[in-house]
């Protein structure tokens, strides 16, 4: 919604997942395939129906890139059937539901025939100076020798600054859904597979923002596999990230029912790592050094 937005009107969509007793679902991960769509918001919400079943909904406030037709592809919804029956006799495996692609027109904001510039006819040749000629043989040259050193400078700085505010980006993203997930309270019984396969999600995806790694596509061990080889991870902070995500796919795969205090623990856990691992900002001494001896003591328990 809106059906027929302008370019400029803030678009919501929302995705709602319902699910029958002993069916475990997984939403598609923050972000996932929503085509060239900038993401101002995120909101995930799950809810316990009286049947025992599940109802998951994902709210996304969105930018259009430009005005015309665009599309949003298919989100990938995963899922486990455990219900009695439902594996063929064999061990439930993870399956998959697409949505439809979604496609909208989006209205320009210019008035309807309205021209995009006018161009005037040329004002003819005017007059050379012998200076003028000598300094036109060397101008192209000094020219393209300046533009050649102001592109390389400008490159550097661009992908300095660029590398900076990423990283923070990746911290301050990642620290926001961590708010919200922590507003919304612990999780009872009914809402622990939810909780904590958002809770994993968002220590995976920050550090798929932060350092590279490919999280959505990775299994626990193939993802733990990847981070061991990050040089920038410590090894309380392997050790740390390590026990945290078993500690959740005990809950999401094992049917592990965790009290408050395990699920406080957990948050913090995942607040740690995320504190602990950012990227130092211009001017701070930088975590390989006060950041990485601070961070050490947090990581005991």
């Given at each position: 919604?809106?059906a ?9 969509l ?105 161009l ?10 012998a ?17 050649a050193?102001l ?56 550090l798929?923002?932060?350092y ?15 981070a ?7 090894d ?30 957990a ?27 601070a ?7």
């Amino acid at each position: 919604t809106p059906a027929s937005p302008a370019l400029g009107d803030p678009l919501t969509l929302t995705l709602t997942v319902a699910a029958q007793p002993g069916v475990k679902v997984t939403p598609p991960p923050f972000g996932e395939a929503l085509g060239r769509f900038s993401i101002v918001s995120f909101t995930p919400r799950a809810r316990t129906t009286p049947a025992g079943g599940s109802v998951a909904v994902q709210t996304y406030a969105l930018q259009a890139p430009m005005s015309g037709r665009q599309r949003i592809p298919p989100l990938r919804v995963e899922f486990v059937d455990e219900r009695p029956g439902a594996a063929d006799g064999g061990p439930a495996r993870v399956r998959e539901l697409l949505t439809e692609e979604l496609t909208l027109e989006v209205k320009s904001i210019l008035p309807a025939g309205a021209a995009m510039g006018q161009l005037h006819p040329p004002r003819g040749r005017l007059p050379v100076s012998a200076a003028g000629r000598a300094l036109s043989r060397f101008w192209p040259a000094l020219a393209a020798v300046l533009l050649a050193g102001l592109a390389v400078i400008a490159f550097f700085v661009w992908r300095r600054r660029a590398e900076v505010r990423t990283r923070l980006t990746a911290h301050d993203v990642a620290r926001a859904r961590l708010a919200r997930l922590e507003g919304r309270g612990l999780p009872g019984p009914a809402e622990a597979d939810a909780w904590y396969v958002e809770l994993s999600d968002i220590v995976r995806r920050y550090l798929e923002d932060r350092y590279g790694v490919r999280a959505p596509e990775l299994t626990t061990e193939e993802f733990l596999r990847e981070a061991r080889a990050l040089a920038a991870l410590t090894d309380s902070d392997r050790a740390l990230l390590s026990r945290f995500l078993e500690g959740c796919d005990r809950v999401k795969f094992a049917g592990y029912r965790p009290d408050d205090a395990e699920s406080r623990a957990a948050l913090e856990t995942a607040r740690r790592l995320i504190d602990q691992t950012r990227a130092a900002a211009p001017g701070d001494a930088g975590r390989d050094a006060d950041g990485a001896a601070a961070a050490a003591p947090a990581a005991g328990g």
